[in-house]
């Protein structure tokens, strides 16, 4: 298993997103630059069923990956929550995931709504996990 470093900033936004939306998956994307993972970029989700699954909002995915590539970033992780399951993906988060390169963040708040955050990657129907290690960011 190899290991990603967060910075603990990023970190606690995303669990500041999922509290703010317990009851319902949370999604968005993450940024890295040259010098490493840089920015969330929360995105609606737009899914029939927002307690079970997530669909990213498109104009806003199209918009976000935009602003990446002007400030000279690229798409580091897409990121979602599971409001009553364990923090690994579902079927349907494996059949869905198109970028294999990506690391792919999910954020639980089951275990009695204490945030756990684990990372993967998804290639095809094969799922690696990645360990978080959050890490206090240093000055750019």
């Not at 990023?10 to 949370?26: G, H, K």
């Not at 630059?33 to 920015?39: E, S």
Request: aromatic share 6%.
């Amino acid at each position: 298993m190899n290991a990603v470093q967060l910075p603990r900033s990023i970190v606690d936004e995303l669990i500041r997103l999922v509290q703010a939306s317990p009851q319902e998956e949370i999604c968005g994307l993450m940024s890295r630059d040259r010098h490493g993972f840089w920015k969330c970029y929360p995105v609606p989700n737009r899914a029939a069923d927002r307690k079970h699954c997530f669909t990213l909002d498109a104009k806003t995915q199209i918009d976000a990956m935009r602003t990446m590539r002007h400030h000279g970033e690229e798409l580091a992780a897409i990121y979602h929550s599971h409001p009553n399951s364990p923090p690994f993906p579902s079927p349907a988060d494996i059949a869905q995931h198109e970028y294999p390169g990506v690391l792919y963040l999910i954020i639980s708040l089951s275990a009695r709504g204490k945030p756990t955050l684990r990372g993967f990657h998804i290639h095809e129907q094969t799922v690696e996990e990645i360990a978080i290690d959050p890490e206090e960011a240093a000055s750019r």
